[in-house]
């Protein structure tokens, strides 16, 4: 019988094993794929964004800040570099805070975590689908769907959310948590390109801005991002995109109106009375005017979503037309309802309700000796490394309690 065994082998749970196995305890880690870490290979865009400078719990959403606190004072952003220096890998923080391994590639974190874990005296198994877990007298007993069997005093779910089902989190953890009677949390995408109401994106298919996009719920603005904006055939995607998709998507969820608005004009270009003159120096058409502005296939989708024709001259445009055209040039408003589906998503929002979980050892409140940790909790983070870190962070915490 092993003192503690991990379900999945993916940020949390190779995190918790290396901790654990430190600690002088045997551990037995069952991966379901044949490689362990198979998400991680594919995150940051085969960078791998581990954390972020700016580790604060704010950045954190489903749990409230008092179940994510503990475990992000215990493995802080610095804990975490030397977590991972003490693996033989050095974490580096680029100019806008988010953190990633020197080498930035992936496979040097699915590498350092793997043969950290061995060498402490992890057993990692693969292959090992768990079908199901019973809690008996003195332990836990895990069976795989090939009828082997696992004995161990503890047990952790560390089985991940349900996004990228082809990395093997397809979201069968949650079912093995509400065995032991956990609540699940509805679950949906976060970290996900936005659908919009309309046809306007899809005209603009494939035009690329940098910009500010803000949102609104309800008309009362929740956030800011700038970056890159995408418009894609089923409406929007880029940074500011998908840092805002998860309060979007909780927002059409709870029967709210959200909205997104484009800021088209650089931060030099936001002064009415230069945009007036700009507009009084051309004789042409709004169109024509607007196309030595603005990327070249937005003017005409923009200015018929606005109501003004592409041609009109500038000179026969009223004052209050000209104030329309320049409000809207600030904030170009689209409408969101829905998303790419979770497959496409990069965090799954919702999971097992944190209620149930001591916030300060990630054991469950239910069923003494078992512990959920990583993406498989109802708690999601911001884009920027936030995901990665709370699975360590929940994962090396968790290591301390068993
Ligand atoms: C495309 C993409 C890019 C991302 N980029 C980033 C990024 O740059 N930064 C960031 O912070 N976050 C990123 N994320 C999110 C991040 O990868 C996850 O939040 C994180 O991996 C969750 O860790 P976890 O250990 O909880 O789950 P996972 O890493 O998903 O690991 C769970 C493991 O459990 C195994 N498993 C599941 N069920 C069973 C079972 N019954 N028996 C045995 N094994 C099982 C799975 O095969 C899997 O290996 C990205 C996600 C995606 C999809």
Wanted: aromatic share 6%.
């Amino acid at each position: 019988m092993f003192d503690a065994l991990i379900l999945g082998g993916g940020a949390a749970g190779l995190a918790c094993a290396i901790q654990a196995a430190k600690r002088g305890l045997s551990v037995c880690v069952l991966e379901r794929n044949e490689v362990f870490g198979k998400k991680i290979r594919a995150t940051g865009n085969g960078r791998c964004n581990v954390s972020h400078i700016d580790m604060q719990p704010f950045h954190y959403h489903g749990a409230g800040h008092d179940f994510v606190n503990p475990a992000l004072q215990a493995c802080s952003e610095t804990v975490l570099a030397d977590f991972f220096a003490t693996l033989g890998m050095p974490l580096t923080a680029l100019e806008d805070g988010r953190v990633f391994p020197h080498s930035l590639q992936a496979k040097t974190v699915v590498h350092a975590l793997t043969k950290g874990a061995q060498e402490a005296g992890a057993e990692l198994v693969s292959n090992a689908y768990c079908k199901h877990v019973e809690k008996e007298t003195g332990g836990f007993t895990a069976t795989l769907f090939d009828n082997r069997t696992v004995r161990a005093k503890k047990c952790v779910l560390a089985t991940g959310g349900a996004s990228m089902k082809k990395s093997g989190s397809d979201g069968n953890g949650y079912a093995l948590a509400e065995r032991f009677s956990h609540t699940v949390k509805d679950t949906f995408p976060g970290i996900v390109a936005l659908h919009l109401q309309g046809r306007i994106h899809k005209e603009l298919d494939g035009v690329k801005i940098p910009s500010k996009l803000t949102l609104t719920i309800d008309g009362q603005k929740i956030r800011e991002d700038r970056g890159d904006i995408l418009f894609t055939s089923y409406g929007l995607s880029g940074p500011p995109v998908l840092q805002q998709s998860r309060h979007v998507l909780w927002a059409l969820k709870n029967g709210r109106t959200p909205a997104l608005s484009l800021c088209l004009l650089r931060e030099d270009w936001m002064h009415t009375e230069k945009l007036y003159a700009f507009f009084k120096a051309h004789k042409s058409t709004a169109g024509d005017a607007l196309r030595l502005l603005l990327h070249d296939r937005i003017p005409g989708p923009f200015l018929r979503d606005i109501g003004l024709k592409e041609n009109v001259p500038l000179a026969s445009l009223q004052h209050r037309d000209l104030q329309k055209l320049i409000a809207a040039l600030r904030s170009w408003t689209f409408l969101p309802n829905g998303s790419r589906p979770l497959e496409h998503a990069q965090v799954t929002c919702g999971g097992v309700d944190t209620d149930e979980i001591h916030a300060e050892t990630m054991e469950s409140k239910r069923v003494p000796g078992l512990y959920c940790i990583g993406e498989l909790l109802d708690v999601d983070g911001d884009c920027g490394g936030y995901n990665l870190h709370w699975a360590f962070a929940s994962g090396i915490l968790c290591a301390k309690a068993l």
